[in-house]
Antibody, heavy 116, light 112 residues
């Protein structure tokens, strides 16, 4: 059974940093590109970032470019999102999803709150 | 960026009646590999999104056959043939052809 479990969310002040993790299980992690998607409270889904299986292709939404860094460790079956210079508008549930063009499995999400 | 426009944004439906959601893209979603990467997701209250349909019309395993997807190029539709109580939630289209990937605003389906 495919499982994606996010962690690392919490309350952080504006300008601060957080590192999200996504632990993958039930499939060969190194065979898949991975995506982060976020959802602000009461709002819709926003695509955040993508990393290919071999890390040779990485993309970001304009809203996070230069502040967020996506990475992965295929030996640890893990996906990461380093979030720096956090803003209030980064407050959201962050989901990791499997795939590139048609993400199929989603985690349960981790809540990031940016507030003073 | 490709803009995905859904309509309606709110859809009250009577149980057992059909429902239809439109999704239009600002650019063609036909990829250079010949595929059209238009997906539909369902998000029930308090849950993570779940993929229903991929590449326009392919239903995911376990998705009831009352859900169907159709369309081409820039114009796509999700249809529910007979709405059931468990279909309540928000439905999103998402394009996977262009970078960055983009979602529609979401359509909230509720029971009248």
């Amino acid at each position: 059974e495919v499982q994606l479990v996010e962690s690392g969310g919490g309350l952080e002040q504006p300008g601060g940093s957080l590192r999200l993790s996504c632990a993958a299980a039930g499939f060969t992690f190194s065979n898949y590109g991975m995506i982060w998607v976020r959802q602000a409270p009461g709002k819709g889904l926003e695509w955040v970032s993508y990393i290919s299986r071999s890390t040779d292709a990485i993309y970001y939404a304009d809203s996070v470019k230069g502040r967020f860094t996506i990475s992965r460790d295929n030996a640890k079956n893990s996906l990461y999102l380093q979030m720096n210079s956090l803003r209030a508008e980064d407050t959201a549930v962050y989901y990791c999803t499997r795939g590139s063009a048609s993400p199929d499995y989603w985690g349960q999400g981790t809540l990031v709150t940016v507030s003073s | 960026d490709v803009v995905m426009t859904q309509s309606p944004l709110s859809l009250p439906v009577t149980l057992g009646q059909p429902a239809s959601i439109s999704c239009r893209s600002s650019q063609s979603l036909v990829n250079s590999d010949g595929n059209t990467y238009l997906n539909w997701f369902q998000q029930r209250p308090g849950q993570s999104p779940r993929r229903l349909i991929y590449k326009v019309s392919n239903r995911d395993s376990g998705v009831p056959d009352r859900f169907s997807g159709s369309g081409s190029d820039t114009d796509f539709t999700l249809k529910i043939s007979r709405v059931e109580a468990e279909d309540v939630g928000v439905y999103y289209c998402m394009q996977g052809t262009h970078w960055p990937r983009t979602f529609g605003q979401g359509t909230k389906v509720e029971i009248k």
